[in-house]
């Protein structure tokens, strides 16, 4: 989308402008998937798609309203990969080496930030309601209570999308195709509503002016809507 252009080619002139610019492009790698996957008609993994862009929108505004908290953001990240290091299995001896050497030089820092992040799933130690609240942004909170459980009863891999009431009013399980393809649409309208929550922000961070296309963008989310 253009307006993801307009963000990706803004001056990022401070590290949390970096971060933030980068999670952009991210988004717009998972948002591109959604489209994919509700263009094929394949409503299930667009609305798989769309959560994981709900986590990471949240959890960036959180980001641009805490600056503070820049350093848990990156370590957490830096985190995942030492946990990766740590469970990698390598047949090569020279990797294997190269591995345990990396290990050794990094241990007291691995010891720091798993204490740090003791049990956390995220970053910010929050709940993804308690961030979507945080935020303070109209509209994400019931994003998050409809559109977002929705999405997370699909992709937990839950009992949700195979029931349904029979005529008695009695649940029944099975398979149901049919009754998949309201998700080929609900995503799109989870995905651009956030995203346009999202973008009005990141628009202002980075004080880019020419907002036709962020309007243009507003205008496909108000059609889904409508």
């Known amino acids: 989308m253009k307006a993801t252009e307009q963000i990706l080619a803004a001056p990022a002139g401070t590290k949390l402008e970096k971060a933030v610019q980068a999670q952009v492009a991210v988004a717009a790698e998972h948002f591109g998937g959604m489209l994919a996957a509700s263009a094929n008609g394949f409503g299930l993994p667009a609305e798989a798609a769309a959560r994981n862009l709900f986590d990471l929108v949240v959890g960036t505004l959180y980001l641009m309203k805490n600056p503070l908290l820049l350093a848990d953001f990156i370590e957490f990240g830096q985190l995942t990969v030492y946990r990766l290091i740590k469970n990698l299995s390598l047949e090569s001896p020279q990797y294997e080496q190269a591995r345990a ?8 820092e691995i010891k720091r930030l798993e204490a740090k992040f003791d049990k956390k799933n995220f970053w910010h130690g ?18 998050y209570k409809i559109q977002y459980k ?25 398979f149901q195709k049919g009754q998949w393809d309201r998700y080929v649409k609900e995503s799109l309208v989870f995905g651009y509503s ?24 507003r205008d496909v989310c108000m059609r889904l809507n409508g």
């Open 150 to 174: 929705t999405a997370s009863g699909i992709t937990h891999g839950s009992s949700y999308p195979i029931l349904s009431l029979n005529e008695k009013r009695e649940w029944v399980v099975g």
């Open 126 to 143: 929050r709940q993804v309601l308690q961030t979507a609240q945080a935020i303070g942004i109209d509209g994400m909170e019931h994003l």
């Open 101 to 108: 050497r990396d290990l050794a030089k990094y241990d007291a």
């Open 194 to 217: 956030m995203l346009d929550l999202f973008y009005l922000d990141v628009f202002r961070l980075f004080q880019i002016a020419d907002t036709i296309n962020l309007n243009q963008m």
